[in-house]
């Protein structure tokens, strides 16, 4: 038997066959990954053989895992060495952001594009709240939209509040598997609520943006669509480490960069102020958002520190 899994709470899935039935499977005793150093040696959307154990109770187990035409990884925020498997086999991430209640940095932004960037992984921005911005904010969403759309990513303005943006997303969505992320109360499983009423997900309010966040998702989940595609809610993430990105790879992750980067004179440049750098030179000419190659400065500083490879 083949399924997908739609939801991991530790050792057991929910595993969904294409026939759609429901099944509560464990990994196979003996069955181990190799040298893994990921927290997580499956995660939702990953395909897998079963066997069925109780077929009353419905409870099987997982005789191996497909391989993945790609997955998102991050630095598992427990421990800092290891990883932390998201999501596998998905067309689209997007990433969901707000100007306030919470902030969401730019460079949290730029860390989550280039991870999927690395993973081959097309990615979206939608921009929630819309209801509550004020001038300032009118002016940061407009300078936001313009730089990330010069680079190439698609920006939704969106509120679950007003329904404004709502019908593009649904678009986006059809016949695709997307992967949902983003901060803490800033609005993901509402979104999904507001899109498919039936789905009735929890959410909650949240008092006091102090930076704690309140984690009302807490494992990530896989949901058909009415409309045809899959969509993935996952647990909100207060930082996002990036997992097995060099310095010398990483201006490869910055679309706007990477044709430059390879007109620099030394071919190992990563662009800090090295002689002949076309990189910094398209940064001065504008043809490179000055606000995206701080970004970069400062991921590569934090590879660095690291010391991942
Ligand atoms: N003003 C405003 N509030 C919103 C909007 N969308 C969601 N919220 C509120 O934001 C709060 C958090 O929403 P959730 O949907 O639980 O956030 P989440 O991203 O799923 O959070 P986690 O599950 O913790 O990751 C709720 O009180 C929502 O009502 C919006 O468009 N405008
Ligand atoms: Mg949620
Ligand atoms: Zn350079």
């Known amino acids: 038997m083949e399924g997908k899994v739609y939801k ?43 066997e069925p ?19 998102i990884n991050r630095q598992s925020p427990s421990h800092r060495m290891q990883h932390h498997i998201v999501a596998a086999n998905i067309d689209q991430s997007f990433l969901v952001v707000t100007l306030k209640e919470p902030r969401t940095s730019q460079g949290f932004i730029d860390r989550w594009l280039v991870t999927c960037e690395a993973y081959h992984v097309p990615a979206i921005l939608l921009f929630n709240k819309a209801d509550l911005y004020r001038k300032k904010d009118e002016e940061r969403f407009d300078a ?30 059809r016949d695709k598997i997307s992967l949902l992320s983003g901060h803490s109360g800033v609005g993901k499983s509402s979104f999904l609520n507001a899109l498919f009423p039936a789905m009735s997900l929890k959410t909650q309010a949240v008092s006091g943006w102090s930076g704690k966040g309140i984690h009302t998702t807490t494992f990530a989940e896989m949901f058909d669509l009415p409309g045809g595609g899959r969509i993935i ?22 679309p706007e960069m990477r044709v430059f980067a390879g007109q620099c004179q ?24 000055i606000e995206r190659y701080e970004s970069y400065c400062a991921i590569l500083d934090s590879i660095e520190e690291n010391n991942y490879r």
């Open 8 to 50: 991991s709470t530790g050792s057991w899935y929910v595993v969904r066959t294409a026939a759609g039935e429901t099944w509560n499977a464990r990994l196979k005793g003996l069955f181990k990954l190799d040298g893994i150093t990921s927290t997580n040696p499956l995660a939702v959307g990953d395909n897998v053989d079963l």
């Open 53 to 71: 154990e109780n077929d009353d109770e419905r409870t099987a187990l997982i005789t191996a895992i497909h391989d993945r035409s790609n997955y």
């Open 144 to 173: 936001w939209k313009r730089m990330y759309e010069t680079v190439g990513y698609p920006v939704v303005r969106m509120s679950v509040h007003t329904g404004e943006g709502l019908g593009e997303v649904n678009a986006l969505l």
């Open 233 to 254: 809610d996952t647990p909100g993430m207060r930082e996002f480490g990036l997992v097995d990105i060099s310095k010398q790879e990483l201006s490869g992750y910055f």
């Open 266 to 289: 030394f071919n190992n440049c990563v662009h800090l102020g090295e002689p002949g750098c076309r990189v910094k030179q398209a940064v001065a000419d504008g043809n490179i958002a």
